[in-house]
């Protein structure tokens, strides 16, 4: 066999050849089907002409080989490295030419055909998504390549098959002329990723068809059309349908819509095959400025889903995929942008079943074109828009059969040009049933929606209210944010006021979180590797950590509070008053599927729990609820109750109980803790006892409380910044941790100013203040006692020219021995002050390990919010105010300087911070900072704790 020269192909900027034309996707038929998914024989080359195609003819000796899994990423199961970048190309640009040094993986697999596979008839090989470009034999016959590493790509085979020892041979190179319209802001990881499967195609069968499942709400009719390229019959038993393909029916129908997936069980028959159908009677439309299905408009609730698994890379089962399905719709999450290519096909099986808008991407991404001005962009290069309208058209046929899509997306991030335009004209040509979606179109010439990224507040109001100007019509068309509230480490901040906004302003219809999960790779020595930790020479450090789950799939605690924001129910009320207000917030579902209870709580105790009787209020409607009367004989104290909405009656995506919605209603206000100062302070011996507390006489350091030793007891205003804090390095607006470091907060210094034993007191001046820098806090810390408790009263102001706000504001100790902790007050998770939605007012334990959340870059976590009191290692501390309460075995400083999870090694002391005040965390690390309102300023502020010893406080008051 002669020697093949691969640079043409690999960089002919076509879509491949060879390849049959794309056709609708279906799992399932009653034509035999053989899965060539498996273990395949393998060999890695450094670059594309390397090694001569020999090795595709039958008979070749493999057996030298290593062996790799497919689905999969060869870099992935230890035959080179995967490299993340953001946006720029890890090669030289300049298009369509790509490096000599481009890794080729040939892959082999010896199949025989199954018993009974029928002798008459043709056959399809399928690849379902391979990365970047492959060459495929069959037989030793050349079958053509393709590009497009996300869409799928069928051969003819049947005449070339045998009855065993069928030769598969694939040829895939990392680089190819098509990577430059994949530049999609993850790792870079050739292979076969998704199913091979050979397809017997009988005579008579299905060649392709398009389900149109039409709703009109004014009539409740739905109506079906079928048309397929083989003539045959469409059969739905429960609606009483068999009709020809082609032919029209309408019949009463209950339609689809992600609250609702009713769907239909159907059979499309032709002379040689029966094709399962499922099928979603809905429509879709731009109707008063506003994205409506079945004439009501939606309001989305969103996440940006890449496709990742820590250990398979894109290479996910169904479980996965079922499993990322069920944990979006129990987070109360109703629509996936599929960012940025279409999904395994699978996953839209599961959008349909369970109920999930879907925006369905296109394979494309130039955003690396930007470090250029957008020169020889790709997508104004008329050479490439026959690849740009291939990807186009092996998306929408492929899924146009899905009633969970219901816009298109012409891609992410790839500028502007004349090859969107044309794929924007072909898709409408063959699909007017849905809208189409283009972030990158500013002026909404090719689209049916107005989509931004990371817009902030402000411009997000000034568009809900018509105020945003720009084309007329972009002007006439509703938001969608397509990319907001940035989910990387400890965040994002601020979704309880985009969703305000959304609530307040129609033509605010939603946005998707950025993102879904974080693309850690599962690391023995890291934990979890991301950009950079593979040497590779460029890439983008945990910017690809970014997710709402973390890399195992755990919520983070940026899901839990996206779920509570965007409950479907809201609960409100007065607690006084004895009422508590219920709106449904659903856009087509009424509330009879839950159910709903009260619990009365002093304290964070339960007092008495029960029933609540809730009408069936339709979408949109409101009811006051009368609450009962306060359980006889509750003990004096804060009251609050607590109102839940649970599922009734256990469904497909979550078990009966599960709770959808929350809220509480204040009833009694807190009792703030006192202390009053009647034990003096006895000097002795180099020590000056108070009350229960021992102190250091020459400078007024706490040593003992209780007998319990505390350890350097001392103002704090750093954090380990998060990545939030950090920001991202293309960003103009100012980024708080550098402007923190830049300004010394890292390395404060603590200045014994005073330390004066009064009558009643012991008052010790300091001043911290940064190494370099005028600026300070003038700090006093007064300590009373009542001779069984102790009080702390921390008294700062700013002194010189702050111009920044402060991290924290409170004080930090450690702790020789503390296990666990029990508090009062927000949780049971972290809470920051604009994530502080999911934060539940009650009483919680913990080990002081599991207060720790698991950012894949560490950084400032596990703080409690508005903690009444805490308890551990042996003391208990009360605020005045509420404070956040963090407590870890390692120092902040230590935290600050970890790189991975691994990098943490516990200590023998536990180091308790209680702040006053922490700075909000926005989502800066691509989004907007947080709002003014969450600004920690450096300005005078006074907060007290109070402490005593566990063993001598009374059962009754904890």
Same mark, same amino acid.
């Given at each position: 066999?002669?020697?093949?020269?691969?640079?043409?192909?690999?960089?002919?900027?076509?879509?491949?050849?060879?390849?049959?034309?794309?056709?609708? $996707?279906?799992?399932?038929?009653?034509?035999?089907?053989?899965?060539?998914?498996?273990?395949?024989?393998?060999? !890695?080359?450094?670059?594309?002409?390397?090694?001569? *195609?020999?090795?595709?003819?039958?008979?070749?000796?493999?057996?030298?080989?290593?062996?790799?899994?497919?689905?999969?990423?060869?870099?992935?199961?230890?035959?080179?490295?995967?490299?993340?970048?953001?946006?720029?190309?890890?090669?030289?640009?300049?298009?369509? #030419?790509? &490096?000599?040094?481009?890794?080729?993986?040939?892959? !082999?697999?010896?199949?025989?055909?199954?018993?009974? $596979?029928?002798?008459?008839?043709?056959?399809?090989?399928?690849?379902?998504?391979?990365?970047?470009?492959?060459?495929?034999?069959?037989?030793?016959?050349? +079958?053509?390549?393709?590009?497009?590493?996300?869409?799928?790509?069928?051969?003819?085979?049947?005449?070339?098959?045998?009855?065993?020892?069928?030769?598969?041979?694939?040829?895939?190179?990392?680089?190819?002329?098509?990577?430059?319209?994949?530049?999609?802001?993850?790792?870079?990881?050739?292979?076969?990723?998704?199913?091979?499967?050979?397809?017997?195609?009988?005579?008579?069968?299905?060649?392709?068809?398009?389900?149109?499942?039409?709703?009109?709400?004014?009539?409740?009719?739905?109506?079906?059309?079928?048309?397929?390229?083989?003539?045959?019959?469409?059969?739905?038993?429960?609606?009483?349908?068999?009709?020809?393909?082609?032919?029209?029916?309408?019949?009463?129908?209950?339609?689809?819509?992600?609250?609702?997936?009713?769907?239909?069980?159907?059979?499309?028959?032709?002379?040689?095959?029966?094709?399962?159908?499922?099928?979603?009677?809905?429509?879709?439309?731009?109707?008063?400025?506003?994205?409506?299905?079945? @004439?009501?408009?939606?309001?989305?609730?969103?996440?940006?889903?890449?496709?990742?698994?820590?250990?398979?890379? =894109?290479?996910?089962?169904?479980?996965?995929?079922?499993?990322?399905?069920?944990?979006?719709?129990?987070?109360?999450?109703?629509?996936?942008?599929?960012?940025?290519?279409?999904?395994?096909?699978?996953?839209?099986?599961?959008?349909?079943?369970?109920?999930?808008?879907?925006?369905?991407?296109?394979?494309?991404?130039?955003?690396?074109?930007?470090?250029?001005?957008?020169?020889?962009?790709?997508? *104004?290069?008329?050479?490439?828009?026959?690849?740009?309208?291939?990807?186009?058209?092996?998306?929408?046929?492929?899924?146009?059969?899905?009633?969970?899509?219901?816009?298109?997306?012409?891609?992410?991030?790839?500028?502007?040009? =004349?090859?969107?335009?044309?794929?924007?004209?072909?898709? #409408?040509? =063959?699909?007017?049933?849905?809208?189409?979606?283009?972030?990158?179109?500013?002026?909404?010439?090719?689209?049916?929606?107005?989509?931004?990224?990371?817009?902030?507040?402000?411009?997000?109001?000034?568009?809900?209210?018509?105020?945003?100007?720009?084309?007329?019509?972009?002007?006439?068309?509703?938001?969608?944010?397509?990319?907001?509230?940035?989910?990387?480490?400890?965040?994002?901040?601020?979704?309880?006021?985009?969703?305000?906004?959304?609530?307040?302003?129609?033509?605010?219809?939603?946005?998707?979180?950025?993102?879904?999960?974080?693309?850690?790779?599962?690391?023995?020595?890291?934990?979890?590797?991301?950009?950079? *930790?593979?040497?590779?020479?460029?890439?983008?450090?945990?910017?690809?950590?970014?997710?709402?789950?973390?890399?195992?799939?755990?919520?983070?605690?940026?899901?839990?509070?996206?779920?509570?924001?965007?409950?479907?129910?809201? +609960?409100?009320?007065?607690?006084?008053?004895?009422?508590?207000?219920?709106?449904?917030?659903?856009?087509?579902?009424?509330?009879?599927?839950?159910?709903?209870?009260?619990?009365?709580?002093?304290?964070?105790?339960?007092?008495?729990?029960?029933?609540?009787?809730?009408?069936?209020?339709?979408?949109?409607?409101?009811?006051?609820?009368?609450?009962?009367?306060?359980?006889?004989?509750?003990?004096? @104290?804060?009251?609050? $109750?607590?109102?839940?909405?649970?599922?009734?009656?256990?469904?497909?995506?979550?078990?009966?109980?599960?709770?959808?919605?929350?809220?509480?209603?204040?009833?009694?206000? #807190?009792?703030? &803790?006192?202390?009053?100062?009647?034990?003096?302070?006895?000097?002795?011996?180099?020590?000056?006892?108070?009350?229960?507390?021992?102190? /250091?006489?020459?400078?007024?350091?706490?040593?003992?409380?209780?007998?319990?030793?505390?350890?350097?007891?001392?103002?704090?205003? $750093?954090?380990?910044?998060?990545?939030?804090?950090?920001?991202?390095?293309?960003?103009? *607006?100012?980024?708080?941790?550098?402007?923190?470091?830049?300004?010394?907060?890292?390395?404060?210094?603590?200045? +014994?100013?005073?330390?004066?034993?009064?009558?009643?007191?012991?008052?010790?001046?300091?001043?911290?203040?940064?190494?370099?820098?005028?600026?300070?806090?003038?700090?006093?810390?007064?300590?009373?006692? /009542?001779?069984?408790?102790?009080?702390?009263?921390?008294?700062?102001?700013?002194?010189?020219?702050?111009?920044?706000?402060?991290?924290?504001?409170?004080?930090?100790?450690? !702790?020789?021995?503390?296990?666990?902790?029990?508090?009062?007050?927000?949780?049971?998770?972290?809470?920051?002050?604009?994530?502080?939605?999911?934060?539940?007012? @009650? #009483?919680?334990?913990?080990?002081?390990?599991?207060?720790?959340?698991?950012?894949?870059?560490?950084?400032?976590?596990?703080? =409690?919010?508005?903690?009444?009191?805490?308890?551990?290692?042996?003391?208990?501390?009360?605020?005045?105010?509420?404070?956040?309460?963090?407590?870890?075995?390692?120092?902040?400083?230590?935290?600050?300087?970890?790189?991975?999870?691994?990098?943490?090694? &516990?200590?023998?002391?536990?180091?308790?911070?209680?702040?006053? @005040?922490?700075?909000?965390?926005?989502?800066?690390?691509?989004?907007?900072?947080?709002?003014?309102?969450?600004?920690?300023?450096?300005?005078?502020?006074?907060?007290?704790?109070?402490?005593?010893?566990?063993?001598?406080?009374?059962?009754?008051?904890?």
């Amino acid at each position: 066999m002669s020697v093949t020269t691969t640079t043409e192909y690999v960089e002919d900027v076509s879509p491949g050849s060879g390849a049959l034309p794309p056709r609708a $996707w279906y799992a399932s038929s009653d034509a035999p089907s053989l899965s060539l998914n498996g273990t395949w024989r393998f060999r !890695l080359s450094d670059t594309a002409d390397a090694e001569d *195609d020999s090795f595709a003819a039958p008979g070749y000796d493999a057996g030298g080989w290593p062996e790799v899994s497919v689905p999969g990423h060869w870099v992935l199961q230890g035959h080179g490295s995967p490299i993340y970048t953001n946006h720029l190309y890890p090669f030289p640009v300049d298009p369509p #030419r790509v &490096p000599t040094e481009n890794p080729t993986g040939d892959h !082999l697999r010896v199949f025989d055909l199954p018993d009974g $596979w029928p002798a008459d008839g043709g056959a399809v090989l399928r690849f379902d998504g391979v990365e970047s470009c492959a060459r495929v034999w069959l037989n030793g016959t050349d +079958l053509g390549e393709f590009k497009g590493s996300r869409l799928p790509h069928e051969f003819a085979v049947g005449h070339l098959l045998e009855p065993a020892g069928n030769v598969l041979a694939v040829r895939v190179h990392q680089w190819s002329a098509g990577s430059y319209l994949e530049d999609q802001d993850q790792w870079w990881l050739p292979g076969i990723f998704r199913d091979v499967t050979l397809l017997h195609r009988p005579a008579g069968c299905v060649l392709d068809f398009f389900v149109h499942a039409s709703y009109d709400h004014t009539t409740g009719a739905g109506t079906l059309r079928v048309d397929s390229d083989t003539d045959g019959r469409v059969s739905v038993p429960e609606l009483g349908i068999d009709v020809p393909t082609g032919e029209p029916v309408t019949v009463p129908v209950q339609p689809w819509s992600a609250e609702t997936p009713r769907l239909y069980e159907g059979v499309l028959a032709t002379e040689g095959e029966r094709v399962p159908l499922r099928i979603g009677f809905r429509t879709v439309e731009l109707s008063d400025g506003l994205i409506k299905v079945n @004439g009501t408009a939606v309001l989305f609730k969103g996440v940006n889903r890449h496709e990742w698994h820590p250990e398979r890379g =894109r290479a996910l089962d169904l479980a996965t995929m079922r499993e990322d399905v069920l944990l979006m719709k129990r987070h109360n999450i109703n629509a996936v942008r599929t960012s940025h290519y279409p999904p395994h096909p699978a996953f839209l099986d599961l959008c349909d079943e369970f109920g999930l808008w879907v925006i369905d991407e296109c394979d494309l991404e130039t955003h690396g074109f930007t470090e250029q001005g957008w020169r020889d962009n790709p997508v *104004d290069d008329d050479r490439w828009t026959p690849a740009l309208l291939d990807r186009a058209a092996r998306m929408v046929e492929r899924d146009k059969n899905h009633p969970s899509v219901v816009m298109w997306s012409l891609g992410n991030e790839a500028g502007t040009g =004349r090859g969107l335009t044309a794929m924007a004209e072909w898709i #409408r040509d =063959r699909d007017a049933s849905r809208l189409l979606h283009y972030e990158g179109d500013a002026d909404c010439r090719d689209t049916d929606v107005y989509s931004r990224m990371y817009a902030s507040h402000a411009e997000v109001e000034r568009i809900g209210r018509g105020l945003d100007g720009g084309p007329r019509r972009r002007r006439e068309l509703p938001l969608i944010l397509c990319e907001y509230a940035h989910a990387m480490g400890n965040g994002p901040g601020g979704l309880a006021d985009y969703q305000r906004l959304f609530r307040s302003y129609d033509r605010l219809q939603g946005g998707f979180v950025w993102e879904w999960i974080d693309h850690g790779i599962a690391h023995p020595g890291l934990g979890y590797a991301y950009g950079g *930790d593979f040497g590779e020479e460029l890439h983008d450090g945990n910017f690809v950590c970014d997710g709402l789950l973390f890399p195992d799939r755990r919520p983070s605690p940026g899901l839990i509070e996206y779920k509570k924001v965007i409950e479907p129910v809201t +609960l409100t009320g007065d607690g006084r008053a004895g009422t508590v207000r219920i709106t449904n917030g659903y856009d087509f579902a009424d509330l009879s599927e839950l159910a709903f209870s009260w619990s009365y709580e002093v304290e964070g105790e339960p007092v008495q729990e029960g029933t609540l009787s809730v009408p069936a209020l339709a979408p949109g409607e409101s009811a006051e609820v009368k609450l009962p009367a306060v359980p006889a004989g509750a003990p004096a @104290g804060e009251a609050l $109750w607590t109102v839940r909405a649970r599922l009734a009656a256990g469904t497909a995506w979550a078990p009966a109980g599960h709770v959808v919605a929350w809220g509480q209603v204040p009833v009694t206000e #807190r009792r703030v &803790p006192s202390v009053a100062a009647t034990a003096r302070p006895v000097p002795g011996d180099g020590m000056i006892t108070l009350g229960p507390a021992t102190f /250091d006489a020459r400078t007024g350091a706490v040593r003992t409380i209780g007998g319990v030793p505390v350890t350097e007891l001392r103002l704090d205003v $750093w954090r380990a910044t998060t990545d939030n804090d950090d920001g991202a390095a293309w960003q103009s *607006d100012p980024r708080y941790g550098p402007l923190w470091r830049k300004l010394g907060l890292h390395r404060m210094r603590h200045r +014994l100013d005073a330390v004066a034993a009064g009558e009643d007191a012991l008052t010790v001046r300091t001043r911290v203040a940064p190494a370099a820098r005028e600026t300070g806090l003038a700090t006093v810390y007064r300590w009373t006692s /009542d001779g069984d408790r102790l009080r702390l009263t921390v008294s700062t102001a700013p002194d010189g020219d702050w111009t920044v706000p402060l991290p924290r504001l409170g004080i930090r100790f450690g !702790l020789r021995a503390a296990d666990r902790v029990r508090w009062y007050g927000g949780g049971p998770g972290e809470a920051y002050p604009d994530t502080r939605a999911a934060a539940l007012t @009650g #009483r919680w334990e913990a080990a002081v390990d599991d207060l720790q959340t698991p950012y894949v870059r560490p950084q400032e976590n596990g703080a =409690r919010i508005d903690v009444r009191w805490a308890e551990l290692g042996g003391l208990r501390i009360e605020g005045d105010p509420a404070f956040f309460l963090t407590a870890r075995r390692w120092t902040t400083e230590q935290l600050d300087a970890a790189a991975h999870r691994t990098d943490l090694v &516990p200590g023998d002391t536990v180091w308790v911070n209680l702040d006053h @005040g922490q700075h909000g965390i926005g989502s800066q690390s691509c989004g907007p900072a947080p709002l003014p309102r969450y600004h920690l300023r450096a300005q005078p502020a006074k907060f007290s704790f109070v402490f005593s010893a566990i063993d001598s406080v009374s059962p009754t008051t904890l």
